[in-house]
């Protein structure tokens, strides 16, 4: 299983620049690192996924080692609407599940913005 | 383009009971899969469907099923509720069966209170 590791807490100020590392030592060749933000009482929503070196959007890039085992999320000038959590996710693929996966979440990175 | 929809947000039950709660996935989005989130456990994934057909599933005992219609639209049920299946439950949709590389969109859930 491919299980991510990530700090289970983080602080920052407003306009900070925040890094939150994921560790996933089990990723699989064809696996994609996806990460989501959560607010509270909603869903998770999409930020950002990627495969290698770095990828960017206009909200955040992904940043991955060539060995994979490992990545980190930038946030660049946080703002007080930035606090929430943030899970890393590497897809599970089983064969016995003909190639089809399923999400494991871990505990996710709790963010808080301070003022 | 409307995102995934669930019915309804809040839900009070008492043991003993059954529930059922709706999912409607984005626009041509035919998969679709259903996660509970507790305080103690976090994001559990509980299964996934596509074209009708259950194609993983979590480690949930027989009392929590589900079915998609040929729509797309999914349903979950709960019989026989316990004080712990108290949780908040979230339906994500893509647009194939969630491979670790499909970035899910999760609807805002529905929160579910056993008394």
């Known amino acids: 299983l491919a299980k991510t590791t990530q700090p289970i807490s983080m602080d920052s100020y407003e306009g900070q620049e925040v890094n939150i590392t994921c560790s996933h030592n089990n990723i699989a060749t064809n696996d994609y690192i996806t990460w989501y933000q959560q607010f509270p009482s909603q869903g998770p929503r999409f930020i950002i996924q990627g495969y290698k070196t770095k990828v960017t959007n206009e909200v955040a890039s992904l940043f991955i080692p060539a060995d994979r085992k490992s990545s980190t999320l930038s946030l660049p000038r946080v703002s007080l609407s930035d606090t929430a959590v943030y899970y890393c996710?590497?897809?599970?693929?089983?064969?016995?599940?003909?190639?089809?996966?399923?999400?494991?979440f871990g505990a996710g990175t709790r963010l808080a913005v301070h003022p | 383009k409307a995102g995934v929809t669930q019915t309804p947000r809040y839900l009070i039950k008492t043991r003993g009971q059954q529930v059922t709660l709706s999912c409607s996935p984005i626009s041509g989005h035919r998969s679709v899969s259903w996660y509970q989130q507790t305080p103690g456990q976090g994001l559990q994934f509980l299964f996934e469907y596509f074209s009708e057909t259950q194609r993983n599933k979590g480690n949930f005992p027989g009392r929590f099923s589900g079915r998609q219609f040929s729509n797309s639209r999914s349903e979950m049920n709960v019989s026989t509720l316990e004080l712990g299946d108290s949780a908040l439950y979230l339906c994500?949709?893509?647009?194939?069966?969630?491979?670790?590389?499909?970035?899910?969109?999760f609807g805002d859930g529905t929160r579910l209170s056993i008394l």
């Open positions: 994500a949709s893509s647009l194939e069966p969630s491979s670790g590389n499909q970035p899910q969109h």
């Open positions: 996710l590497v897809g599970d693929r089983s064969a016995r599940s003909g190639g089809y996966n399923k999400l494991i």
